[in-house]
């Protein structure tokens, strides 16, 4: 039983591009969530999916947006890079329930340079 | 303002000592978790506490959730080399949907 799958691993790219990560679910989950880590802190949470809708959001800027499959798998784009967009980027999967276990992939790292 | 903050902030002890740190709110969950994080990964689920007052163990580890369900701890007996990582609490505040909201974590060095 796969868990969750992020790609790329590491990611390069330069200020003003835009990047697509990737994450496909662990079986059986229907829930999305994505976070930003920056080095030194806690995951800060992004946004959630849930029936290919954007259910939840964080406090970021439009730039960040993102897509949810009917497979559930998801996508997280970001546009107009900044240097401060530099971070660990992990996608969580869940069952739509309150008080339910979130499992994390192993993120992708995007530097911007 | 951090809405969970995680104490010590980090910890450096000798192998076989026994350790007990802490995460502290504010504010009620319906839920909290534990996560470690080895650098470069994604965390790691340890545990989930529900109920006020609840107590799990993992093997070495025991959990414990505030009867307020406010604040966790988590203690370490017999710290061993591969416990090194970061430890990370997460709660979900009622209604949130399974939202996590993290602390910054509390980095362990356990040395052999």
């Known amino acids: 039983d796969a868990g969750v799958t992020q790609s790329p691993t590491h990611l390069i790219k330069t200020r003003g591009q835009q990047v697509t990560l990737r994450c496909s679910p662990k079986?059986?989950?229907?829930?999305v969530s994505w976070y930003q880590q920056a080095l030194g802190q806690g995951p800060q949470f992004i946004f959630q999916?849930?029936?290919?809708?954007?259910?939840q959001r964080g406090n970021f800027p439009d730039r960040f947006s993102g897509h949810q499959f009917p497979n559930y798998s998801s996508e997280l784009n970001v546009n107009a890079l900044l240097l401060g967009d530099s971070a660990l980027y992990l996608c969580?999967?869940?069952?739509?329930?309150?008080?339910?276990?979130?499992?994390f992939g192993q993120g992708t790292r995007l530097t911007v340079v | 303002t951090q809405l969970l903050e995680q104490s010590p902030q980090f910890l450096s002890i000798q192998e076989g000592e026994n350790l007990t740190v802490y995460c502290n709110s504010s504010?009620?969950?319906?839920?909290l978790q534990w996560y470690r994080q080895e650098p470069g990964e994604g965390p790691v689920l340890l545990v989930t506490?529900?109920?006020?007052?609840e107590v799990k163990k993992l093997k070495r580890l025991t959990f414990q959730f505030g009867d307020a369900r406010k604040d966790s701890s988590l203690h370490i007996t017999a710290a061993q080399p591969g416990d090194t990582g970061l430890y990370l609490c997460?709660?979900?505040?009622?209604?949130?949907?399974?939202?996590?909201?993290f602390g910054k974590g509390i980095t362990l060095s356990v040395r052999p």
């Open positions: 504010s009620v969950f319906s839920s």
């Open positions: 506490v529900v109920t006020g007052g």
């Open positions: 969580a999967s869940s069952l739509v329930s309150v008080n339910t276990e979130a499992f």
């Open positions: 079986s059986g989950h229907d829930t």
């Open positions: 997460a709660g979900v505040i009622p209604g949130a949907n399974s939202k996590l909201t």
């Open positions: 999916y849930y029936e290919e809708e954007e259910r």
